[in-house]
């Protein structure tokens, strides 16, 4: 069974930056594809970008991209969402969630962390 928990959000001001972790807990990720996800109050939950766990492969959304950038860690099994540039926009719960690569459901989600972008 794959478990996620997210980390590193809080406050920070407009124009910083925070990185965002997912760790992972999996005997093998090979065929997993995570993702990062993040809903604002009265908003539908945002796609941000995720990472073919192998061969390592990245999206990042087009909403974001630029600002945003994903990686990872294989030896720690975690999955990074480096923010840059953030926005009072960004404002919203931040999920990781993982699928297996030939399914088109994210069937395993991460608790989420909060992040908040203040003017």
């Known amino acids: 069974q794959v478990q996620l928990v997210e980390s590193g959000g809080g406050l920070v001001q407009a124009g910083g930056s925070l990185r965002l972790s997912c760790a992972v807990s999996a005997s093998s990720l090979n065929n997993y594809l995570i993702g990062w996800f993040r809903q604002a109050p009265g908003k539908e939950r945002e796609f941000l970008g995720h990472?073919?766990?192998?061969?390592?492969?990245?999206v990042v959304a087009d909403s974001v991209k630029g600002r945003f950038d994903i990686s990872k860690d294989s030896a720690k099994n975690t999955m990074y969402l480096q923010m840059n540039s953030l926005k009072p926009d960004d404002t919203a719960v931040y999920y990781c969630?993982?699928?297996?690569?030939?399914?088109?459901?994210?069937?395993?989600w991460g608790p989420g962390t909060q992040v908040t972008v203040s003017s």
């Open positions: 990472i073919v766990w192998w061969p390592g492969t990245t």
């Open positions: 969630a993982a699928r297996l690569t030939w399914r088109y459901e994210y069937e395993l």
